[in-house]
């Protein structure tokens, strides 16, 4: 059996997906319900970073760690074969997190009161993060087209006029799996660089990209890549999120002693001996496991949209990126509410509310499907009978 079709009880194991619902969702008995919300996969990583980890364990000595070069290398490797981008070395910076190096990335290079800027409906702590450091948060609300997205430029040109000072980029996007084309992405890069405004590229969903469809690096296209700072991550590609790993790619050699005097005065540490191992095996030796990973994730995609798309008032399209669904029920005349509460009481099954990603997914959800193919069957029933 592979591990792709494998079913793993992952209650009371500590997991946020399993064992947060009553709490997320305000239910008091979550134990019949189906969690298909956040994201991270219910599949076991591969074998080769649980031996790394295991072989890592046999020395009994875990004091402070260092990234060694060659932890760098296996990443700058991996985004040269996969994405076609040349980085250094000493651009990198690893962090725990993504949201953590944005946190910081928006602390060091923003004030408070200046403008951030963010693209709607998208992730949520692009909003929670800014604003929670005292930030003002500038919405361009993207265009919905033919069951996806694109950008409404007159919008994003004029808030960068309007003193903008920092634009996180979600590349590819969360939650409409929108892979952002070579030519948007050029446009975008040469509109900042025109404004003086800096770029945080999220790139963490860049190796989850469906055929024919390719990820273009912000750093590709953009005349100036001292105006970027990218963030990659091993976490979403092979389900490593509790081991907390990811990396800041800063061109430029001044943004980097900023960010390193910050983290000094902040306190922040790198990474531990177990992340820096899980990280480098997993770019050195996980490609073969994320190939079989997207063709299972494309017959998931494929069997969801096949099924929901004959529902009355429902549309969903496949994203041509992420492991994620963006499911629209407009079409059914039910509010976020009822909605939610028929998926919570009838069919038992947890999906994350479209407002969530602000009040441009209103009326939508997201459906997370990297998990067994029956376990997609299941979530699509219970979608059924939520509607019946």
């Not at 009161?113 to 992730?123: E, N, Q």
């Not at 949520?124 to 430029?153: A, C, H, K």
Request: charged share 20%; glycine share 6%; hydrophobic share 40%.
């Amino acid at each position: 059996m592979s591990i792709f079709s494998t079913v793993f009880n992952r209650r009371n194991t500590y997991s946020a997906k399993w064992d947060m619902l009553e709490e997320v969702y305000s239910i008091n008995n979550a134990s019949e319900v189906l969690p298909m919300w956040v994201a991270d996969m219910d599949f076991a990583i591969p074998s080769v970073i649980i031996e790394a980890l295991q072989t890592r364990m046999e020395h009994p000595v875990f004091g402070y760690s260092m990234a060694p070069e060659e932890t760098k290398s296996s990443l700058t490797k991996w985004v040269a074969d996969k994405h076609q981008v040349t980085i250094q070395n000493e651009w990198i910076m690893f962090r725990q997190g993504v949201i953590p190096g944005i946190a910081e990335v928006i602390e060091a290079f923003t004030e408070v009161g200046d403008k951030v800027l963010i693209h709607t409906p998208v992730y949520p702590p692009f909003t929670t993060i800014p604003t929670n450091l005292g930030r003002e948060v500038v919405t361009s609300q993207l265009i919905e087209m033919d069951n996806s997205y694109e950008m409404d430029w007159h919008s994003f040109e004029n808030c960068l006029k309007n003193d903008v000072k920092a634009f996180i980029l979600c590349n590819p996007h969360n939650p409409g799996g929108k892979v952002w084309s070579k030519g948007d992405l050029t446009k975008m890069a040469a509109l900042c660089q025109q404004y003086n405004v800096l770029v945080l590229s999220d790139e963490i969903h860049s190796d989850l990209i469906f055929e024919p469809n390719k990820h273009t690096p912000l750093l590709n296209v953009a005349e100036d890549p001292n105006n970027i700072i990218t963030f990659f991550a091993p976490t979403k590609t092979f389900n490593l999120a509790g081991i907390q790993a990811a990396a800041m790619v800063v061109p430029d050699e001044q943004k980097r002693k900023v960010l390193e005097n910050l983290a000094m005065s902040r306190g922040y540490m790198g990474l531990n001996i177990f992340s820096l191992t899980a990280l480098q095996t997993a770019y050195e030796q996980g490609g073969p496991w994320l190939e079989e990973l997207l063709e299972v994730l494309t017959v998931n995609m494929d069997y969801v949209i096949e099924h929901l798309s004959k529902l009355e008032g429902i549309k969903v399209s496949k994203p041509e990126g992420t492991y994620l669904v963006w499911i629209d029920y407009r079409g059914t005349g039910l509010s976020e509410k009822e909605m939610m509460d028929r998926l919570l009481t009838v069919g038992k099954l947890a999906l994350e509310p479209g407002s969530k990603y602000g009040k441009a997914g209103e009326g939508f959800l997201r459906m997370n499907l990297a998990c067994p193919l029956s376990t997609v069957q299941d979530g699509v029933e219970r979608f059924k009978k939520s509607l019946e």
